[in-house]
């Protein structure tokens, strides 16, 4: 079945640094790759779609100069936390869609302090 | 754009006892819809997935039921197990394995007590 890989699983950073988040699908090619926010106890918030060779399309109140994000091949997408801040610490997970629908990445655990 | 309801927010069973997760959803365009089970600390696993030309699929003790009449669709798990307990998710789209995105309900926490 389609699997994504997504890494790293945690990070912690300083105030001010920025933070790259990478997800590939291992055994398809994702044209359309979907980046999540989770808070505890809560759904999955959209962020961004990110479609190979275009910029992508964020969401809402979402900033995008804030999070970057890169899907220059069928089978990477990044996200770049830019000037992280302490209200960014957040799970961060990825989704790649295929024929058989969407797959997730295992989320990153993103601490800054 | 597409609202997904979700109930209940937490439900508590004994080993044995069935559990059904109930959605409801706004949009009429949507004909895909999939049901994640996330444990603590991982993302989202698929478990079933219903289209809308069926309205009812099941894999061994997991069902999922449509009725797009009504727009709404259930899990239904039976002989739970204590494994089962983590956060269950529905969600919509227009079209599953596309560039469309998923709109999520608000997740159910199941707890199954041995």
């Known amino acids: 079945g389609a699997v994504v890989s997504q890494h790293p699983s945690w990070v912690i950073c300083k105030s001010g640094t920025s933070v790259k988040i990478e997800c590939r699908s291992l055994d398809f090619q994702a044209t359309t790759m979907f980046w999540y926010r989770q808070f505890p106890k809560q759904s999955l918030m959209l962020m961004a779609t990110?479609?190979?060779?275009?910029?992508?399309?964020?969401e809402q109140g979402v900033e995008k100069d804030k999070f970057l994000i890169n899907h220059a091949s069928l089978t990477l997408s990044t996200l770049t936390v830019t000037s992280a801040h302490p209200e960014d610490s957040s799970f961060y997970i990825c989704s790649a869609s295929s024929a058989s629908g969407y797959t997730f990445g295992s989320g990153t655990r993103l601490t800054v302090v | 754009g597409e609202n997904v309801e979700q109930h209940p927010s937490t439900l508590s069973v004994q080993e044995g006892d069935s559990a059904v997760i109930k959605c409801t959803y706004s949009d009429s365009a949507s004909n895909y819809f999939p049901w994640y089970k996330q444990e603590l600390g991982k993302g989202p696993q698929l478990i079933i997935d219903?289209?809308?030309?069926?309205g009812e699929k099941k894999d061994q003790r997991i069902a999922v039921t449509l009725n797009k009449t009504a727009k709404h669709f259930s899990l239904h798990i039976t002989e739970t197990q204590p494994e089962d307990s983590a956060v269950y998710f529905c969600a919509a789209s227009p079209s599953g394995g596309s560039n469309y995105k998923l709109t999520f309900g608000k997740g159910t926490l199941l707890t199954v007590n041995p």
């Open positions: 990110s479609n190979e060779g275009s910029k992508a399309t964020y």
């Open positions: 219903i289209r809308s030309n069926v």
